[in-house]
């Protein structure tokens, strides 16, 4: 960076200058520009790391997804060129002459401000013990330290994280994802002391060492064991044992870096912090402090994104001439740490005088609740930990006295508990989206006043549930009960022959072991439908349930025999896809996306001797087009004879397992993606879904194989593997979620069996898994709890029920065409089975067929 | 648990040639056994026009013609039956509208409607 002097302003006439670009900081320049100031000011930033404003909160994901330090990026491509911010990265502000109004820079670059804005954030407190500037010893704060501490954990087999907070849980993750055998060290006598109390620990403490993590509390360092070369070899603990450890990470708390205030005479709190007021500024009326260096008005420091935000547009408001103040916040968190979920609210801690705990301890399955409520009633705050579901009910009640005791908010729902407390009995003002501050009187009023019918329609209208999404299902809970206290009656039911759901048919055809459509339909279809023909909606689901648990309850496994041949779409009929001039097209199985050169070449053969136009597709398989229903079989008797077997590409079913080449010949691969994408693709090939499923095997955190946008996608690490489930491509694309991480080969495959026949089981008729992980009770947290933590007690079921299609699995095509009874289906006249159909021609085009342009004919006349 | 053999019945009991009336007489498509209720056949008119004859439930025929008029593919026999209000339609397989058995009409739009034909079953002669 040029050295100059730029003491001189420019044509804008006033000078904001700010010190520290990170969350905080960049959302100060985000409300200056909101607000015009950027138009009106010069704004000068001077940032002291490498890079600009990036998410500190979710560092963690650069392990546990994959994220590239690009991908934590806060600051819009082009928004400092838009707004004519100068951007100084990796120049921090050394000096502030309060006098002369300017600012220094470590490359000697001087500023002269009208007005200074500090937002240099915080710096990790690294207790004072011998060896803490070993080889191997780190902090966990910026991407640098990841870096630093993904470098140095390549050649080390353990590690051990100082403080089991917040911030130190995060570290032993990422240790965790890096492979290391991890350990967490806690003074206090329990994980996560500021936020949970005692029960609450031991909760979290089993749910941590259940993920592999070894935690010690109650115990200090002493100091840092060092090697003769000079790197860290262990640690010795306050009570004389040592821990061997090949690195440490201090994440002891983080203290407000005031250093620059204090060297020109700002007045700073006792234990640090740059003391403001409610308009965040300090004593110098030209200087602002923002964020976590900043002592707020209440006497706090507030080491919390949200709050910094607050500030950050504090400071924008009160420069920009409008009102504005910050007074202090609420400190409620809720989140997910190394996979257990967290939450605490209000008085957390019982420091209200007179107030008194209610609590609700299950330690065998790290489910720990507690609420505290005042001598009147009055909830006051609480912590949840292992089970959160209630966060989102009992955040907003705080302040207020619940419509139900207290006692039957802890106890889990069906131990006992007589009331389930539901939406319905908040006040209207309570804040159901904190996100986008809805209350419920707002999501209320979408519904009466504004037609909103559907959750959809409300997140449209009022932003509710469209950022983090965890309200969404008490928004759900709260417009079915507007709806139906305003008269309007919702019919749930598949279609004018069931009044019942897909899930409500799934358990009746399970429980009751109803093998055939008729059965089902005149025994629980709608009254007035039973006896009837159905309809193409009901058919094909019902199809789809009996051929999903055909082993179970009895039916044919094939789905071409008896009453099920006429259920099925025209697809599943023929065994291929229809195309628009009424040919079809075949889709072989090639699992995995690995085939030989023979397979390759008796492809080629086939299609070259039928004529077929031949097209790769996205899932790494070949589509043969333009097969007449009468060629399907003859294509197929060659195809089986040469060893493929139907790819169901024309089911509602298991489509394709993709895979990048992986470990075998990537030189970044870590797993055998291709083996294991085989493997599922020929455990799963012809399971019956509500919608089709499609998946994906990446043999690295690169990602190839693009298994994020899959209904479940398997991405490996070094220790296993990541799945992640309902991911979509198509019109409503959806990144995956990560369902559970660092799996063996034996513990993915039991998770992938329990959530697809899960999915099975409650999805809607052609719901893919994105919308359906949507659109069902609880979300992502639900599904989780039901097929990881088994909440329902069904998952022996779930995987007996897997274990029964994989065993009854049967090739489709090759049982066609060894029966001839099947193989008189596949002609286009019945009356002239040596005649093709007439209508189904083809024209060239660059060398291969396309369907003839059929003119139509809409005038047909009626005749009799 | 119920046989899937005793929901066939209703095509049991047609025993026969099923027959069509086209503008010249009674044309002989099939057997009655080769009707599966719920599906339907196609079958080649003399005049090169295609039918389409199903079988419903309750043991009734019906014919109307194959070319599905939104695309001009020869795909209605190919279609799944359903019943709205009492009457029986095939939903095409390619765009899904729903034509009436009894006489042709598109349910999903007035002004379309494809050829209905007499269909009877004459017994097999001994």
Known sequence: MAVTTATSRNTRDNTIVLVGHGMVGQRFLEALADRGVTERARVVVLCEEPRPAYDRVHLTSYFSEGASPEDLSMVEDGFMARHGIELHVGDPAVAVDRESCTVTARSGLTVGYDTLVLATGSYPFVPPVPGKDADGCFVYRTIEDLLAIEAYAQGVSSGAVVGGGLLGLEAAGALRGLGLDTHVVEFAPRLMPVQVDEGGGQALRRSVEGLGVTVHTGVGTQEIAVGDDGRVSGMALSDGSVLPTGMVVFSAGVRPRDDLARDCGLPVGERGGIVVDEQCRTQDPAVFAIGECALASDGRVYGLVAPGNEMAETAARTIAGDAGSFTGADLSTKLKLLGVDVASFGDAHGTTDGCLDVRYSDARSGIYRKLVVGSDGTLLGGILVGDVESYG???????????????????????????????????????????????????????????????????????????????????????????????????????????????????????????????????????????????????????????????????????????????????????????????????????????????????????????????????????????????????????????????????????????????????????????????????????????????????????????????????????????????????????????????????????????????????????????????????????????????????????????????????????????????????????????????????????????????????????? | MTATTDLSSPATALRGTVELRTADGWLAVCSAEELLPGRGVAALLPDGRQAALFLDRSGRLYAIGNVDPFTGAGVLSHGLLGTVQDRTYVASPLLKQRFDLADGRCLDDDTVAVASYPVRVEPARA
């Open chain 1, 393 to 864: 009910v009992l955040r907003p009640l705080t302040g207020s006295v619940p419509p139900v005791a207290p006692e039957h908010l802890v106890l889990p729902a069906g131990a006992g508990a007589p009331v389930t407390l539901g939406p319905t009995a908040l006040p209207d003002e309570a804040v159901i989206c904190s996100c986008n501050n809805v209350t419920k009187g707002a999501i209320r009023g979408a519904v009466t006043d504004h037609d909103c019918t559907s959750v959809p329609d409300v997140k449209k209208c009022t932003k509710a549930g469209s950022s983090c999404g965890s309200c969404v299902k008490v928004l759900g809970q709260l417009v079915t009960a507007e709806l139906e206290a305003g008269g309007v009656e919702v019919d749930k039911g598949l279609c004018p022959h069931f009044a019942q759901t897909r899930a409500e048919l799934y358990e009746i055809v399970l429980a009751l072991r109803i093998s055939s459509y008729r059965e089902l339909l005149d025994a629980h279809g709608r009254e007035g439908a039973r006896g009837t023909d159905g309809c193409e909606v009901c058919k094909p689901a019902v199809a789809s349930i009996l051929a999903s648990l055909a082993a179970t309850v009895g039916a044919s496994v094939h789905v071409l025999d008896g009453e099920q041949a006429a259920l099925q779409d025209t697809n599943d009929h023929f065994l291929a896809n229809m195309q628009k001039n009424g040919s079809y097209s075949i889709v072989p199985r090639i699992p995995g996306g690995e085939i030989t050169p023979e397979r390759l070449i008796v492809i080629g053969e086939v299609a070259r001797d039928f004529g077929l136009y031949t097209k790769i597709t996205g899932g790494q398989r070949i589509d043969l087009f333009g097969a007449r229903v009468e060629q399907l079989p003859l294509i197929w008797t060659r195809l089986v004879d040469a060893g493929f077997e139907s790819g169901h590409a024309y089911g509602k079913a298991l489509r394709t397992v993709k895979s990048c080449v992986g470990q075998t010949w990537c030189r970044y691969g870590v797993q055998d993606s291709v083996r294991m994408a085989i493997d599922l693709e020929l455990r799963y090939r012809g399971l019956r879904s509500p919608h089709k499923l499609k998946s994906a095997v990446s043999g690295c955190a690169r990602e190839c194989a693009e298994a994020q946008s899959k209904d479940f996608g398997v991405i490996a690490t070094a220790n296993g593997w990541n799945l992640y489930v309902g991911g979509n491509g198509g019109a409503t694309p959806r990144h995956a979620d990560l369902l559970a991480q660092d799996l063996s080969d034996a513990e993915l495959v039991r998770l992938i069996d329990r959530f697809l026949m899960f999915y099975i089981r409650t999805a809607e008729p052609l719901e893919r898994t994105s919308v359906w992980l949507q659109r069902i009770a609880g979300g992502l947290d639900h599904v989780r709890d039901v097929v990881v933590h088994d909440s329902l007690g069904i998952c022996d079921e779930l995987e007996a029920l897997m274990a029964a299609h994989v065993a009854g699995y049967r090739d489709e095509w090759a049982d066609t065409i060894n029966d001839p009874e099947r193989l008189s289906r596949f002609v286009s006249f019945v009356n002239a089975p040596d005649t093709p159909d007439p209508t189904v021609r083809f024209v060239p085009e660059r060398g291969q067929i396309k369907p003839e342009p059929i003119l139509l004919a809409l005038t047909e006349t009626v005749t009799a």
